[in-house]
């Protein structure tokens, strides 16, 4: 049984920086893309970032590029998402997610791509 379960949520100061992590069991990830979707209360669950996990190849939401970075540990299983310079926007429900494919990371831009989700960790950023 796939589990992806995240952590590293929590209240940070506009312009702090955060790093969560997904850490994956049940499944090698091989060629497979990981994925952080995000989720503010009373709007829609969008795309933040992908990266295939046997590569650097990445990609990421015009909203965080240049303030977060998606990157995973093959040895741990894990996946990060570091994020800096954070805003009130950015508040919202953060998701891991992998899904099973070859394509590209820019091709994972939608929740329907994806076949396993980790439970959400919460990231607050106050003004």
């Known amino acids: 049984q796939v589990q992806l379960v995240e952590s590293g949520g929590g209240l940070v100061q506009a312009g702090g920086s955060l790093r969560l992590s997904c850490t994956a069991s049940?499944?090698?990830?091989?060629?497979?893309?990981m994925g952080w979707f995000r989720q503010a209360p009373g709007k829609d669950r969008d795309f933040v970032a992908a990266i295939r996990w046997s590569g650097a190849d990445s990609y990421y939401a015009d909203s965080v590029k240049g303030r977060f970075a998606i990157s995973r540990d093959n040895v741990k299983n894990t996946l990060y998402l570091q994020m800096n310079s954070l805003k009130p926007e950015d508040t919202a429900v953060y998701y891991c997610?992998?899904?099973?494919?070859?394509?590209?990371?820019?091709?994972?831009?939608?929740?329907?791509?994806?076949?396993?989700w980790g439970q959400g960790t919460q990231v607050t950023v106050s003004s």
């Open positions: 049940g499944r090698t990830f091989s060629n497979d893309v």
């Open positions: 997610a992998a899904a099973l494919g070859y394509n590209s990371p820019s091709y994972y831009v939608t929740g329907d791509k994806y076949t396993y």
